[in-house]
């Protein structure tokens, strides 16, 4: 059991790892001292990665992304703009 979860641990902390490189902005826990300022004009979008261990590649991480849906579902919820978190 714990190999397969150190396996889990290990596949997820290497998607993580490569998506953060990629991402040139700091947006709430996620802070760069080299991009300090959030980018919603660029970086307004969700991150998804893929960890193929079957292949004979070098780069097992292929990171790709989805738009982000700006608006409620339905009209139970209000809108709320995206804003930056400030502490």
């Known amino acids: 059991m714990e190999t397969l979860e150190l396996d889990n641990l290990l596949t997820n902390a290497a998607i993580t790892m490569h ?26 979008k969700h991150t998804l990665g893929y960890f193929d261990s079957h292949t004979a590649s070098k780069d097992k991480v292929r990171i790709d992304y989805r738009p982000v849906h700006m608006q409620p579902l339905d009209s139970e919820m209000e ?5 930056a978190r400030v502490y």
Do not use: C
Request: overall charge neutral; charged content about 45%; hydrophobic content about 25%.
């Open 79 to 83: 809108h709320v703009p995206p804003k």
């Open 19 to 44: 998506s953060a490189e990629q991402r040139k902005e700091s947006r709430g826990a996620h802070a760069r001292e080299d991009f300090t300022q959030r980018d919603d004009k660029e970086w307004m």
